[in-house]
């Protein structure tokens, strides 16, 4: 069983910081992936950031370059989303995907509950 849990989301008022963090706990073989992603109301869910766990890639959306960065701790099987100088148009419900092998070498994708996240002006 493997369970993603997220936390770090609230209310800041614009240019304000954030740091979001999804853990992850369970039996897997590996981690292939770990992203975030975001749904504004009215709006299709769009990638965030998205760290390759092996092959070294870090992709971010065109928006958030420059304010957000991914991270991670693998010791604790956790990721993070540091939100630097937020926008009103950062609102958003804010999920954590990780593509996981499982230790019967089947690839999962598993998505957090998500956690608002609300930038006043």
């Known amino acids: 069983q493997v369970q993603l849990v997220e936390s770090g989301g609230g209310l800041v008022q614009a240019g304000g910081s954030l740091r979001l963090s999804c853990a992850v706990s369970g039996s897997i073989f590996s981690i292939n992936t770990m992203g975030w992603y975001r749904q504004a109301p009215g709006k299709q869910r769009e990638s965030v950031a998205v760290?390759?766990?092996?092959?070294?890639?870090?992709n971010y959306a065109d928006s958030v370059k420059g304010r957000f960065a991914i991270s991670r701790d693998n010791a604790k099987n956790t990721v993070y989303l540091q939100m630097n100088s937020l926008k009103p148009a950062d609102t958003a419900v804010y999920y954590c995907?990780?593509?996981?092998?499982?230790?019967?070498?089947?690839?999962?994708?598993?998505w957090g509950q998500g956690t608002q996240v609300t930038v006043s002006s």
């Open positions: 760290s390759i766990s092996n092959g070294g890639s870090i």
């Open positions: 995907q990780v593509v996981v092998t499982t230790i019967s070498r089947v690839r999962v994708t598993y």
